[in-house]
């Protein structure tokens, strides 16, 4: 069974430009949560997807936006891009939401200039 | 607030010996925990979890102990091997709230020849 896919790998992009990363779960897998990482900071917790319906929210701000489609894949949105933002941005899924073991992606590492 | 604490960034360990990761948590809600492994570039990856229900796990040479009286919980690698060497994350759910996933910062394991 193929593993979560992230499309792009790698994206640099400016201050104030947007960004759209994709992300392709685990066969079966319904639920989609987004991490972001940064040195120092573990994974920060974005939001998390099921049925087409985000069920839970970390502490971002509104720039980040997100979507699941009735497939299941899911995009993630960050516009008017900061310096701040440059992170390695990880999709994980899992078959059902709420805490359950997930599986993640390669990550989108994404640098801003 | 942070709620799942990982207090060493980083850990030294000789091949051969046993590798002790902890990991601290302060909401008492939690009752699901998962430890994750990450190689640079890659997306993490589950290696083990544990139920509330239980005081230990084991799965080859990963052994994950909780100890629910003191909020904590460590993980065992025994014995520890070079390709060990990789950042392992702490992580916990209130798993029958159905909520989100909460990771530690991460600890850097470096497995010494």
């Known amino acids: 069974k193929a593993g979560v896919t992230q499309t792009p790998r790698y994206l640099i992009k400016t201050r104030g430009q947007q960004v759209t990363l994709s992300c392709s779960p685990i066969s079966g897998h319904r639920s989609v949560s987004w991490y972001q990482q940064t040195p120092g900071q573990g994974l920060q917790f974005l939001f998390e997807?099921?049925?087409?319906?985000?069920?839970n929210k970390g502490n971002f701000p509104g720039r980040f936006s997100g979507r699941q489609f009735s497939n299941s894949r899911s995009e993630m949105n960050v516009s008017t891009l900061e310096l701040g933002d440059s992170a390695l941005y990880l999709c994980a899924s899992s078959l059902n939401p709420g805490g359950e073991t997930q599986y993640f992606g390669p990550g989108t590492r994404l640098l801003v200039l | 607030d942070q709620q799942v604490k990982q207090n060493s960034p980083s850990l030294s360990v000789q091949e051969g010996r046993i590798s002790i990761l902890n990991c601290d948590y302060t909401n008492s809600m939690f009752d699901y925990f998962l430890w994750y492994k990450k190689y640079p570039a890659e997306g993490p990856t589950f290696l083990i979890s544990?139920?509330?229900?239980?005081d230990k796990n084991e799965d080859g040479r990963f052994t994950v102990f909780l100890n629910k009286s003191a909020k904590h919980l460590s993980l065992h690698i025994v014995p520890s091997q070079p390709g060990d060497s990789a950042v392992y994350f702490c992580a916990a759910s209130a798993g029958n709230k159905g909520d989100k996933i909460i990771f530690g910062k991460g600890t850097r394991l470096h497995i010494l020849p």
């Open positions: 544990i139920s509330s229900i239980k």
């Open positions: 997807y099921f049925s087409e319906t985000q069920r």
